[in-house]
């Protein structure tokens, strides 16, 4: 298995407080990737990550920000949670030798949000 | 725009069944790859498959199988001799070069094997 790790793995929290996720590796891979699952939607990519401080916007990143200061750790920060921001949140880390990369994304266990 | 679509929401069989999970996909790109993964009730995904838009020769593994047709931009998953730890959520994902290698899931189907 993918050395993944995030933390927390559970959090309640209320509408308009911040909030961070963090994603660890330990496989030194080079792209890293927050997806939010929810039902009917399968998962949908957040933001992703190609390199320590090169970060980009996926397909929901309204109201979420990421930073990589670190090849092994990428943060999701939730500026002001809001209650459509209860989710499932997933990690994933790839390979992805070159930018652009199709290598296989392996997923850390989730963090299971819940803003009140 | 790039899409998965996974027509099945929720299947349910009785252990020993043979069952297949459709995935049908949309892309421009000629080079794309295509994925499947597990989620069990657990909640963690593990990683089946990856297959590469030049490559439709089928795959087998131990009871699991894969249909890849081009022509129908399917890319099928059928599970022979069903057992109860194969009930889980799984999911269809598409990613290609031409957009950076992001994956496109689809809405997943709920498999449920019944003993």
Same mark, same amino acid.
């Given at each position: 298995?993918?050395?993944?790790?995030?933390?927390?793995?559970?959090?309640?929290?209320?509408?308009?407080?911040?909030?961070?996720?963090?994603?660890?590796?330990?496989?030194?891979?080079?792209?890293?990737?927050?997806?939010?699952?929810?039902?009917?939607?399968?998962?949908?990519?957040?933001?992703?990550?190609?390199?320590?401080?090169?970060?980009?916007?996926?397909?929901?990143?309204?109201?979420?920000? %990421?930073?990589?200061?670190? +090849?092994?750790?990428?943060?999701?920060?939730?500026?002001?949670?809001?209650?459509?921001? +209860?989710?499932?949140?997933?990690?994933?880390? =790839?390979?992805?030798?070159?930018?652009? =990369?199709?290598?296989?994304?392996?997923?850390?266990?989730?963090? /299971?949000?819940?803003?009140? | 725009?790039?899409?998965?679509?996974?027509?099945?929401?929720?299947?349910?069989?009785?252990?020993?069944?043979?069952?297949?999970?459709?995935? %049908?996909?949309?892309? /421009?790109? +000629?080079?794309?790859?295509?994925?499947?993964?597990?989620?069990?009730?657990?909640?963690?995904?593990?990683?089946?498959? /990856?297959?590469?838009?030049?490559?439709?020769?089928?795959?087998?593994?131990?009871?699991? =199988?894969?249909?890849?047709?081009?022509?129908?931009?399917?890319?099928?998953?059928?599970?022979?001799?069903?057992?109860?730890?194969?009930?889980?959520?799984?999911?269809?994902?598409?990613?290609?070069?031409?957009?950076?290698?992001?994956?496109?899931?689809?809405?997943? +189907?709920?498999?449920?094997?019944?003993?």
């Amino acid at each position: 298995d993918a050395g993944i790790t995030q933390s927390p793995r559970h959090k309640v929290t209320e509408t308009g407080t911040p909030v961070t996720l963090r994603c660890h590796q330990t496989e030194n891979h080079r792209y890293m990737y927050w997806y939010r699952q929810d039902p009917g939607h399968g998962l949908r990519l957040i933001h992703y990550s190609y390199g320590v401080k090169d970060t980009d916007k996926g397909e929901v990143s309204d109201g979420y920000s %990421v930073s990589r200061s670190k +090849t092994e750790d990428f943060l999701l920060t939730l500026e002001s949670a809001t209650s459509s921001q +209860t989710s499932v949140y997933f990690c994933a880390i =790839s390979e992805a030798r070159t930018q652009g =990369s199709t290598d296989t994304q392996y997923f850390g266990p989730g963090t /299971r949000l819940t803003v009140l | 725009a790039q899409k998965v679509t996974q027509a099945q929401t929720e299947i349910s069989v009785v252990e020993k069944e043979d069952v297949t999970l459709d995935c %049908v996909y949309e892309t /421009r790109d +000629t080079t794309y790859y295509l994925f499947w993964y597990k989620q069990p009730p657990s909640g963690e995904l593990v990683f089946l498959i /990856r297959r590469n838009s030049f490559d439709e020769q089928n795959e087998i593994s131990g009871r699991y =199988s894969w249909n890849f047709q081009k022509s129908t931009s399917s890319f099928n998953f059928t599970i022979t001799a069903s057992q109860v730890v194969d009930s889980a959520v799984y999911f269809c994902a598409l990613s290609s070069y031409n957009q950076g290698g992001k994956l496109i899931f689809g809405q997943g +189907t709920e498999l449920s094997v019944k003993p």
